[in-house]
């Protein structure tokens, strides 16, 4: 990956496992880890974090596009379909 490439940047919560796992392009990064998920009642926010009660902690770069998914997919083939394969 270099800079001001195309990346696939993936967050996947998995209800069956309570688990969640971050991918590059089509690669995991890390383990999945435990997570609890709480229905939100907020701002759906992207690129930056609400850390102290104030936005900060913006992505240094640019973002293109964002995709949004409620519900399952039955695995890599899926996705693939689905969202594409850009990035490393």
Known sequence: M???SVTRL????DAATGTIGLYVG???N???LAYTAVAGSGDFAVGK???NAAWGHYLPGRIT???LWAGA???QQQISDT???TGA
């Open 26 to 28: 089509d690669n995991q």
């Open 2 to 4: 270099s800079a001001n």
């Open 10 to 13: 993936t967050g996947v919560f």
């Open 30 to 32: 890390g383990s999945d």
């Open 73 to 75: 997919m039955a695995g």
């Open 83 to 85: 969202v594409g394969t």
């Open 49 to 51: 974090g609400f850390v």
């Open 65 to 67: 596009d964002v995709r």
